[in-house]
């Protein structure tokens, strides 16, 4: 895995918001240059291939979350991680799980039963 020194001033460079997409994006590079080579043109045609994928892969993925309901929650940290929340849920992660991420990730204090109402208020985002 890369150092976060390397990945942070990557994803601020090439405009992606995720540290995943930042590797991926790495990857896909590497195997486009063993499958076309190395030369100037070749390079640009890829990277703007991979950042375009990339990009409206970010761009959908924002979409669907937009429709997280935050109303009725007073939480200020709930509502902060609220994305990272149901993206962990929906990875298959239990809630105290995600409790504990979240604090050794974000130094966020946030109990586990107020995270378990917020996923039980979100149920119609998460059944679609």
């Known amino acids: 895995m890369l150092p976060r020194t ?8 090439l405009a992606i918001k ?3 997409n930042v590797v991926f994006f790495l990857k896909r590079l590497e195997g486009w240059i063993r499958a076309n080579g190395h030369t100037d043109i070749s390079l640009a045609k890829g990277i703007n291939k991979i950042l375009d994928d990339i990009h409206k892969k970010e761009i959908q993925k924002a979409k669907e979350f937009k429709k997280i309901n935050l109303e009725g929650i007073k939480h200020p940290l709930l509502k902060k991680y609220a994305k990272e929340i149901i993206e962990l849920h929906l990875q298959g992660w239990g ?7 979240l604090w050794e990730a974000h130094k966020a204090k ?10 039980k208020q979100q149920k119609s985002l998460l059944e679609a």
């Open 6 to 13: 390397q990945i942070k001033p990557l994803m601020k460079k």
């Open 18 to 20: 995720e540290e995943k």
């Open 95 to 101: 809630v105290r799980r995600i409790q504990k991420w």
């Open 110 to 119: 946030i109990s586990h039963s107020s995270i378990h109402r917020f996923i």
